[in-house]
Nanobody
Framework: QVRLVESGGGLVQAGGSLRLSCTAS????????MGWYRQAPGKQRELVAT???????NYADSVKGRFTISRDNAKNTVYLQMNSLKPEDTAVYYC??????????WGQGTQVTVSS
């Protein structure tokens, strides 16, 4: 069983920054892609950003230029640097990893609240 541990959420004023981290427990299998998704109250979960093993990134249009995803493969950790935060970024942010053979795993979620 793979476990994902997220950290870094919190309350911040509009225009501020936060950095999220997500670490996957050790696994004998390779981690393929890692990414962040978010779900605001009353809305569907949506993709924020993903990154492949070699480092190819993909971002939602709403966060391009403000958020940066990165990963440390040696630590099985993915990061999300969020700058210029807006109230509409308020949501629960979930980490997701895709592991070869084992499939998808999700973190428990971390709350990000941006006040205006």
């Amino acid at each position: 069983q793979v476990r994902l541990v997220e950290s870094g959420g919190g309350l911040v004023q509009a225009g501020g920054s936060l950095r999220l981290s997500c670490t996957a427990s050790r696994t004998s299998f390779s981690i393929n892609s890692m990414g962040w998704y978010r779900q605001a109250p009353g809305k569907q979960r949506e993709l924020v950003a993903t990154i492949t093993g070699p480092g190819t990134t993909n971002y939602a249009d709403s966060v391009k230029g403000r958020f940066t995803i990165s990963r440390d493969n040696a630590k099985n950790t993915v990061y999300l640097q969020m700058n210029s935060l807006k109230p509409e970024d308020t949501a629960v942010y979930y980490c997701r990893t895709v592991i070869v053979v084992l499939g998808d795993y999700w973190g428990q979620g971390t709350q990000v609240t941006v006040s205006s």
